[in-house]
C-alpha cells in the first residue's frame, strides 16, 4: 500500500498561481496530477516518470510545470497564468508496476474570473 498525502489548493483570482505537493510513502516510478471538474470525466494534467521527461495536457502546456524531489517522493505541480477553467479537484497519482496505482484525497482549485 502507497499512501498519498497533497497540499496546496485553494481559492485564486484568474492570471494567479498556485503549487500543489504530493508526497508519497515510498519511492515510484511515475508521479503526476489528474483533474476532475464537475460533470467532466477525470484528465491528465502532467506526470513524470523518475528521470524522464514530462508529459502535459496541451491545455496546461507553457503555463503549468510539473517536477520532482527523489529524496522526499515528492512531486510537486507549478500553475501559472491559472484561468477559471483549471477549476477542478486535482488528484495525484502515482505508478510503478508490480506495486500498484495509487490516488490521493484530491485537493480543490478554485479560479475566479
Known amino acids: 500500500q502507497v499512501q498519498l498525502v497533497e497540499s496546496g489548493g485553494g481559492l485564486v483570482q484568474a492570471g494567479g498561481s498556485l503549487r500543489l505537493s504530493c508526497a508519497a510513502s515510498r519511492s515510484m516510478f511515475s508521479m503526476g496530477w489528474y483533474r476532475q471538474a464537475p460533470g467532466k470525466q477525470r484528465e491528465l494534467v502532467a506526470t513524470?516518470?523518475?528521470?524522464?521527461?514530462?508529459n502535459y495536457a496541451d491545455s496546461v502546456k507553457g503555463r503549468f510545470t510539473i517536477s520532482r524531489d527523489n529524496a522526499k517522493n515528492t512531486v510537486y505541480l507549478q500553475m501559472n497564468s491559472l484561468k477559471p477553467e483549471d477549476t477542478a479537484v486535482y488528484y495525484c497519482?502515482?505508478?510503478?508496476?508490480?506495486?500498484?496505482?495509487?490516488w490521493g484525497q484530491g485537493t480543490q482549485v478554485t479560479v475566479s474570473s
Open positions: 513524470m516518470p523518475s528521470g524522464g521527461t514530462p
Open positions: 497519482n502515482t505508478y510503478q508496476r508490480a506495486i500498484g496505482d495509487y
